[in-house]
């Protein structure tokens, strides 16, 4: 949840980057609850890497309209880095590196997913979002033993059910609109010849 990763960054931040209890508390700690609020204003308690990608651009927006000042959109801005740095890494580091992920692959299923996320023509910010839903999708895959699509088999269903324990309706009818454009690049690659199951809309998850 989204207070454990705050906990979790924050003392991150006191016991690696050195920063003072004060400084993580003063500077840090109010931009992440503001991130918190902004997330649970919109229904979502758990990190969900599409609702923090708003943030950023909500923020940006706001900056460019001189509506905040220079300190607070910087602060703002580090403090999402360090959300998504730490949730995906389990650590800080003063220089953001390339993030490893918490969803790991196998050696074909990354190959595939850096096939489709070239295939896809949009911005970087996008591309992110489409990345980290494939590759947990490809992760779940993984775990119920499904590891070649070429074998002709999925199960999106079962997926969408996983990511419904953990996901607003909203961000679960992003995650299905992602899925069903990787299931368009599975088929028109050859590798996965079943109809994307529309009738996922009809699937009790959707129901209130």
Same mark, same amino acid.
């Given at each position: 949840?989204?207070?454990?990763?705050?906990?979790?960054?924050?003392?991150?931040?006191?016991?690696?980057?050195? +920063?003072? %209890?004060? *400084?993580? /508390?003063?500077?840090?700690?109010?931009?992440?609850?503001?991130?918190?609020?902004?997330?649970?204003? $919109?229904?979502?308690?758990?990190?969900? %890497?599409?609702? +923090?990608?708003?943030? @950023?651009?909500?923020?940006?927006?706001? /900056?460019? &309209?001189?509506?905040?000042?220079?300190? $607070?959109? +910087?602060?703002?801005?580090?403090c999402l880095e360090r959300l998504v740095e730490y949730y995906n890494t389990g650590t800080l580091s003063w220089t953001m590196h390339k993030l490893k992920q918490k969803y790991r692959l196998f050696d074909e299923y990354k190959a595939l997913l850096e096939e489709f996320l070239?295939?896809?023509? !949009?911005?970087?910010?996008?591309?992110?979002?489409?990345? @980290?839903?494939?590759? !947990?999708?490809?992760?779940?895959?993984?775990?119920?033993?499904?590891?070649?699509? @070429?074998?002709?088999?999925?199960?999106?269903?079962?997926?969408?059910? /996983?990511?419904?324990?953990?996901?607003?309706?909203?961000?679960?009818? *992003?995650?299905?609109?992602?899925?069903? &454009?990787? $299931?368009?690049?599975? &088929?028109?690659?050859?590798?996965?010849?079943?109809?994307?199951?529309?009738?996922?809309? $009809?699937?009790?998850? @959707?129901?209130?």
């Amino acid at each position: 949840m989204l207070d454990d990763l705050i906990e979790q960054t924050s003392s991150c931040m006191i016991r690696v980057l050195k +920063l003072s %209890p004060r *400084t993580v /508390y003063g500077q840090s700690y109010g931009y992440m609850k503001a991130i918190q609020d902004y997330c649970l204003n $919109h229904g979502e308690k758990y990190y969900n %890497p599409v609702l +923090l990608r708003k943030v @950023w651009e909500e923020t940006e927006a706001r /900056y460019e &309209r001189g509506e905040i000042s220079q300190s $607070h959109y +910087l602060g703002k801005r580090k403090c999402l880095e360090r959300l998504v740095e730490y949730y995906n890494t389990g650590t800080l580091s003063w220089t953001m590196h390339k993030l490893k992920q918490k969803y790991r692959l196998f050696d074909e299923y990354k190959a595939l997913l850096e096939e489709f996320l070239q295939m896809l023509v !949009r911005d970087p910010n996008t591309i992110y979002d489409y990345s @980290w839903v494939i590759r !947990r999708y490809l992760n779940y895959l993984q775990s119920i033993g499904i590891t070649d699509v @070429w074998k002709k088999s999925s199960d999106l269903a079962g997926f969408i059910l /996983y990511c419904s324990k953990e996901v607003t309706r909203g961000s679960l009818r *992003t995650i299905l609109s992602y899925a069903k &454009r990787f $299931h368009e690049f599975l &088929r028109g690659t050859g590798r996965l010849d079943i109809p994307f199951e529309g009738r996922m809309q $009809h699937n009790t998850i @959707w129901k209130t």
